[in-house]
């Protein structure tokens, strides 16, 4: 595994996704109550990131495994992160 820099690029790629998702999870319902949301409502928001996490890892780890492009993935992952994360803000 230390000569399988491809490898560890990824696993640190998802690694620091899961990290942020983990923090924004512990947040959910700090984040919502302002906005008069239920307990099964804030539940439910974090079903649905849940269950989209896990369709997207699937997704990206069939993609990763067909065609060994570890590094272009990581790359497009983590610009397409940035994006998004900087227009939700």
Known sequence: MKGNKSF?????AFA????FYTAFGNLIGT????????A???AMTGLYLLGSGVVGAMLIATWVDRSN?????TVVLGLANVIFLGIMN
């Not at 560890?8 to 640190?12: C, E, F, G, P, R």
């Not at 984040?31 to 239920?38: G, K, Q, R, S």
Request: cysteine-free; charged content about 10%.
């Open 31 to 38: 984040i919502f109550t302002p906005f008069h949301m239920t």
């Open 16 to 19: 620091l996704t899961m990290g």
């Open 8 to 12: 560890l690029l990824i696993a640190v």
């Open 69 to 73: 492009t570890y590094k272009l993935t």
């Open 40 to 42: 099964h409502d804030i």
